[in-house]
């Protein structure tokens, strides 16, 4: 009685998007809205005066904001259809019916109106085999439910199609789960995991879905989801008396953020942005610094843009989150290991791929992130001639430099050395609003075997007036000309024409990645055509 998947996409395929006669549609189909656009959200000055609403997943879910009294902070509620004892029972009596039937978690499928076609036709089946009848409305609630449950992530899945959620967290059982929101930061929800095991299977669903395994034996997971390819980390545990497992999400933007879009929220400049144009032209070797979820890895796939659009570029990550339009663009990610019979079979790390990198002859290596051993790895590139990317946790540029050499990075001096620029980004404060800055752009004159350094500043964004201060003396600029034989008149030239070309593409409202990309590679190809479009 099983329906199988195969029939559907021989269907669909022959269909050539249209409905056949022979097929009508059928009525009482269900059908959810995956084309809605982002909600505009109106600014809020006072928090407590929050009452706000808009769909997630449409007809069906939405997400209502609104002041708490009570515990005196803003609410995130998802709002779901209401089910009456009955309909409660069925669902229960469907969902085991459905387990028993079908195991969607393994089709491997993205399309999402396929899947849906799918647990559908398998729904009218058990309610025929079953004998229940039940009207329109409450077929429609049911079927959002058992969507939501079978082809999305539970309870959690209306917050996974929010545009202004950046991070999903949830610390354990009986404790409400977190996001970050766009527009009004840390919030907490109306979702509590109560029950220990709901949220372990949850946490196993996870990992399936990101192609990953969880145990007790391997109790950490990075991963990706597939389908929207969000970041998840999750652990696992088999002490009930703790909180029990751990989540987090991080949501993917669908599109990647450009230079432009960087300066329109205030990140940047348009004069660090020229700057970093150049000296990622002259293949300086750039760290981006910051702490958790401080913007690192959007400013160093916003720097990568600039490399030259014919460069060759190996990128190692972990999971894969940097964008770009080079067509000789290497990108590969790290491989855990299945951890069967107690070894880790088959684990690529970031180490292993960055030593295959350097033979692969790149112009630039980017790595996602540094933590360990790898770090060696890319100096030792980056001393051989190879240009390097990176990001690293520090929440300052002295403590980077003083981790480089220390356990377990152990980086002589001569090598920190090989290092040209560090960029640190962070969370700061605008008028109560909270903004990503790029705080400061150091250039490493030198270091010392004691770890201190000297360094030379062009940018350094002043916080108590707000505006990126910058300085021309640039060390890098003036290594380009040494080693590349560039005038620094010219140099100077193109800080010029691209810091007017970044603000004329700014004041145009000229953001979109894919577009700006363009407008980089064009600039590099056909340097006069674009400067007759924007600057004539
Ligand atoms: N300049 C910015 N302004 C506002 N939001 C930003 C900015 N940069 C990044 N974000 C958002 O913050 C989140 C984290 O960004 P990102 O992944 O770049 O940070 P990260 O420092 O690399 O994080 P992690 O420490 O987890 O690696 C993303 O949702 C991203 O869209
Ligand atoms: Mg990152």
Redesign the pocket.
């Known amino acids: 009685m099983l329906l199988k998947l195969d029939s559907l996409f021989k269907k669909k395929k022959s269909k050539n998007g249209e409905v056949k006669n022979d097929e009508k549609k059928d009525e009482s189909q269900f059908k959810i809205n995956f084309d809605a656009k982002k909600p505009m959200l109106a600014d809020v000055s006072d928090q407590t005066k929050l009452d706000l609403r808009y769909g997630l997943i449409l007809p069906y879910a939405y997400a209502h904001l609104y002041w708490d009294e009570v515990h005196g902070e803003v609410i995130y509620g998802i709002e779901e259809p209401n089910l009456d004892v009955k309909e409660k029972e069925i669902l229960n009596t469907l969902e085991q019916g459905v387990q028993e039937l079908i195991d969607i978690s393994f089709i491997n499928v993205d399309d999402k109106e396929v899947l849906i076609e799918y647990l559908e036709k398998n729904v009218k089946v058990l309610l025929k085999e079953l004998g229940i009848v039940i009207n329109r409305n409450s077929y429609l609630k049911l079927m959002y439910y058992l969507y939501r449950d079978f082809i999305g992530l539970n309870k959690i899945e209306p917050l996974m199609n929010d545009f202004y959620i950046?991070?999903i967290e949830c610390n354990g059982v009986k404790t409400p789960v977190y996001l970050v929101h766009?527009k009004f930061g840390n919030i907490r929800t109306n979702i509590v995991y109560d029950d220990f095991d709901e949220l372990t299977s949850f946490v196993e669903k996870l990992a399936q879905k990101c192609g990953k395994y969880i145990s007790y034996a391997n109790p950490i997971m990075d991963g990706r989801l597939p389908d929207s390819g969000a970041?998840v980390n999750a652990t696992y545990t088999e002490d009930i008396s703790s909180r029990g497992p751990t989540f987090s999400i991080?949501?993917f933007?669908r599109e990647a953020?450009s230079p432009v879009k960087?300066m329109s929220?205030g990140?940047v400049s348009a004069e660090v942005l020229a700057y970093l144009w150049i000296i990622v032209e002259h293949g300086t070797n750039i760290l981006v610094v910051?702490?958790?979820?401080?913007?690192?890895?959007?400013?160093i796939n916003v720097i990568a843009s600039f490399i030259r659009p014919e460069a060759r570029i190996v990128s190692i990550e972990d999971t894969k989150?940097l964008r770009l339009i080079h067509e000789n663009w290497l990108p590969s990610i790290a491989r855990a290991g299945t951890g069967v019979g107690g070894e880790n079979t088959g684990e690529i790390t970031l180490f292993d791929l960055l030593k295959a990198s350097f033979r692969q002859r790149p112009d630039y290596v980017i790595v996602g992130?540094i933590r360990g051993q790898e770090a060696n790895v890319l100096f030792q590139g980056m001393a051989s001639g190879h240009s390097g990317l990176a990001?690293m946790?520090a929440d300052d540029v002295k403590t980077v430099i003083k981790r480089l050499e220390t356990a377990p990075i152990n980086l002589s001096p001569s090598l920190v050395e090989i290092l040209d620029v560090v960029c640190l980004?962070s969370h700061a404060k605008v008028k109560g609003q909270d903004?990503?800055k790029l705080r400061t752009v150091q250039e490493i004159i030198s270091v010392k075997e004691n770890g201190d350094s000297e360094v030379n500043v062009p940018f350094q964004w002043d916080a108590g007036r707000n505006v990126f201060m910058f300085k021309r003396e640039s060390i890098v600029f003036k290594k380009i000309v040494t080693k590349r034989g560039v005038k620094m008149e010219e140099l100077q030239r193109e800080f010029e024409t691209r810091r007017k070309l970044l603000n004329v593409l700014y004041k145009k409202n000229i953001t979109e990645f894919e577009e700006v990309q363009r407008i980089i590679s064009d600039y590099y190809k056909n340097k006069d055509a674009v400067l007759k479009r924007f600057l004539p």
């Open positions: 950046e991070d766009r970041r991080r949501m933007t953020w960087l929220i990140t910051g702490g958790t979820g401080s913007g690192k890895t959007t400013i989150e992130e990001t946790h980004v903004v990503r």
